[in-house]
């Protein structure tokens, strides 16, 4: 195969998966109203967007929701990781094949499953059914971070920790815990994308009671074009950006 | 097993873990199987009798014609998916490795920003002012702006350009492993390309491709707000439909029973997959 053809392929399809990105990008500094012509320079969607008491809110609900699901899920996933790795017990292949099915199945059908559980329990809608979503869909993606921590570690040196006699708990908290924080930093940061830029789950277990961004955001494109969208989706790509980069950094250093 | 003053820790763990899933993933998943074989019902969604009313309403022509529609457009998506993908990862796999890196982040980008944002961006594309049309007509290729936006185009476009990486991935994950020596074996074996080709790269590939169409063949079918934001009324996801009967029709037992349709076709394709997997595994390779 000649060398240049493959490269103007790549170089080809990463063009067509950039261009509507960097549209976006360059639209929201447009000062045109109409949203389809260029009509000079202008941060006033940012402005417009800022000025948006509930837009502002949304944000806020939102950053505050994923970082809440991040976390949570963080703990969670890295228990379970732990006791699929170390432990032996009944129904390990069940576990297994639960994380296997969240991770797999399409997104909606996980969302109503929730949907007819939060309603049949009575739980009304809000943060915290949207806690429990996230940290849900979230949780596999952690487990799998920290297990393949896990997998490269020299089982050695947690049997040294009980031989010395420390306790399965402190044994987790001084040797376990340091060996998997990058995979715990890196899931972290995951957790936290994937919670905020989820539209499909959260459209099904959300209430009026707590308003996120991106359902914010869907009620606004539907009805024609709304150019403080072009300028959300900027910050929002730079955020997702910057934590994409983080986490990379995170477990390239790690591996060093 | 290990001494007693271990066992809290591990028992705490095992609790916590078995308690969500088992409330948060088995329990809802039971209760969407229940819901499909009940009687709708206006107050508390469900009730008794049981029965398979439900599933008799997925064969309505009306919603089998929007079923079959949706299949028809996921599978457009898979395809050229495949079309643009297989190429792609063959060629990604061929780039020097420190520079593969760097492409794969490049490639993943996108798939973290936010999908519903860059569903918007196209919208700003293919509109009838949008820019791909200002961009033709400048040009003199046509005269009249073309209806882009609203069709059933603009729907398996919206999809491919969410889904394509996750066909990417795994293929390129299958390319990564593809031997080199393999290839070499099947040349001085007397094979040419096309053969090469079709009797070592494609069967070696399969579990990749197998793995690409699940990821792209099903959200295919869910992703319900692409149609909503670039495929107007007619254009129709089997995830609108789900989402319809749940949330403005109040019909549970029909939303649930085409969504374990869903599912059972996301069984389907990860029994196949296993099954490809297990094929080349048997050969030794």
Redesign the interface.
């Known amino acids: 195969?000649s060398r240049w053809l493959?490269?103007t392929?790549?170089t080809l399809?990463?063009l067509l998966?950039?261009?509507?990105?960097l549209?976006?990008v360059v639209?929201s500094f447009n000062d045109s109203r109409?949203?389809?012509e260029w009509g000079g320079l202008s941060l006033r969607w940012y402005e417009a967007l800022f000025n948006n008491r509930a837009m502002v809110q949304a944000m806020w609900n939102s950053l505050w929701l994923a970082l809440s699901a991040a976390t949570v899920s963080t703990i969670?996933g890295a228990?379970?990781a732990?006791?699929l790795h170390r432990?032996r017990?009944r129904?390990k292949k069940v576990?297994n094949g639960?994380?296997f099915?969240?991770m797999?199945?399409?997104?909606?059908?996980?969302a109503?499953?929730?949907?007819?559980?939060f309603?049949?329990v009575g739980l009304q809608l809000g943060y915290v059914s949207l806690l429990?979503?996230h940290?849900?869909f979230c949780?596999p993606f952690v487990v799998i971070t920290v297990m393949a921590r896990l997998s490269g570690f020299d089982e050695r040196l947690p049997e040294a920790a009980r031989d010395l006699g420390a306790?399965?708990?402190t044994m987790?908290r001084t040797v376990l815990i340091p060996v998997i924080m990058p995979a715990l930093l890196a899931g972290w940061l995951l957790g936290f994308?994937l919670s905020?830029?989820d539209?499909?789950v959260s459209?099904?277990v959300s209430g009026p009671s707590y308003e996120i961004l991106?359902l914010r955001?869907?009620s606004m494109?539907?009805v024609g074009?709304k150019p403080e969208?072009?300028a959300?989706?900027t910050l929002?790509?730079v955020f997702?950006?910057v934590?994409?980069m983080l986490s990379?950094w995170i477990l390239l250093r790690s591996k060093r | 097993m290990r001494s007693a003053r271990q066992q809290p820790f591990r028992t705490a763990v095992l609790i916590l873990v078995w308690g969500w899933l088992l409330f948060l993933v088995f329990t809802p998943n039971l209760l969407v199987v229940g819901a499909s074989v009940m009687t709708r019902d206006p107050g508390t969604f469900i009730s008794l009798p049981l029965n398979l009313d439900a599933y008799r309403q997925l064969l309505n022509p009306l919603y089998l014609e929007v079923f079959l529609h949706s299949l028809y457009m996921a599978a457009m998506t898979t395809l050229i998916c495949l079309l643009i993908g297989y190429p792609f990862a063959w060629s990604l796999s061929k780039v020097a490795r420190q520079h593969q890196v760097l492409l794969i982040f490049l490639l993943i980008v996108p798939f973290w920003t936010n999908s519903l944002v860059r569903t918007y961006a196209l919208k700003l594309i293919l509109a009838t002012n949008g820019l791909l049309n200002s961009a033709l007509m400048s040009l003199g290729l046509i005269e009249e702006p073309l209806q882009m936006l609203y069709t059933e185009g603009a729907v398996i476009i919206g999809l491919v350009y969410l889904l394509l990486p996750f066909m990417i991935l795994p293929l390129y994950a299958v390319f990564d492993d593809l031997r080199d020596d393999l290839l070499r074996a099947s040349h001085d074996l007397g094979a040419g390309r096309f053969s090469t080709f079709i009797h070592v790269i494609v069967p070696l590939t399969l579990p990749g491709v197998l793995a690409g169409v699940m990821l792209v063949l099903l959200p295919a079918m869910g992703l319900f707000f692409v149609p909503d934001i670039l495929g107007g009324s007619r254009n129709l996801l089997v995830g609108n439909v789900i989402k319809n009967q749940f949330l403005d029709a109040r019909n549970w037992p029909f939303g649930a029973a085409a969504s374990i349709v869903l599912t059972l076709a996301m069984a389907f394709l990860m029994f196949a997959h296993r099954l490809s997997k297990r094929r080349i595994g048997e050969e030794g390779v």
Not at chain 1, 104 to 110: D, F, G, N, Q, R
Not at chain 1, 112 to 117: M, W
């Open positions: 195969m493959p490269r392929y790549l399809i990463y998966l950039y261009v509507p990105i549209v976006l639209f109409t949203g389809y969670i228990l379970t732990l006791a432990y017990f129904g576990l639960m994380l099915i969240v797999m199945s399409p997104e909606i059908v996980l109503i499953s929730l949907l007819a559980l309603l049949l429990l979503a940290v849900t949780l306790s399965d708990f987790t994308t905020l830029d539209v499909v459209t099904f991106p955001i869907y494109v539907r074009l969208v072009n959300l989706g929002l790509l997702s950006l934590m994409l990379q």
